[in-house]
């Protein structure tokens, strides 16, 4: 395990630490910062915060496949509902899916990056 300079996702002081995964949401998060012309910070787990970032991982995994559950059964009931009501259109798809996309969205209140 490589250790670098940074910032602890948990308890958010400068220290050495274990540097979180890049996906997504990091890589994101350090282009937003590069444009605001911010300075490079690398996202670390400090030794002490390791165990819980670990476990909030785990919750946000689990949360993640309920969340996509969740979204698809509401996709489909509302598909559903309006092919009975015979009045299915793009709209109603749009919105279906808006929604869906919505609930998974709220997913990432949870997100805790992952570390090696």
Not at 9 to 24: I, R, S, V
Not at 55 to 73: D, P, T, V
Not at 79 to 88: C, D, G, R, V, Y
Request: charged share 20%; proline share 3%; with cysteine.
């Amino acid at each position: 395990m490589q250790k670098e300079n940074g910032v602890c996702f948990g308890c958010g002081k400068e220290t050495n630490g274990t540097p979180a995964k890049a996906d997504w949401i990091i890589s994101g998060a350090r282009k937003f910062r590069s444009l605001l012309s911010l300075p490079k910070k690398q996202t670390v787990a400090c030794t002490a915060c390791m165990p819980s970032l670990r476990e909030k991982r785990e919750k946000f995994e689990k949360s993640q496949g309920a969340y996509r559950i969740g979204a698809a059964a509401v996709f489909l009931v509302l598909i559903l509902l309006s092919a009975l009501a015979k009045s299915i259109d793009a709209g109603m798809v749009l919105s279906a899916a808006a929604a869906a996309l919505f609930i998974w969205l709220l997913s990432f209140f949870r997100y805790s990056p992952k570390f090696d």
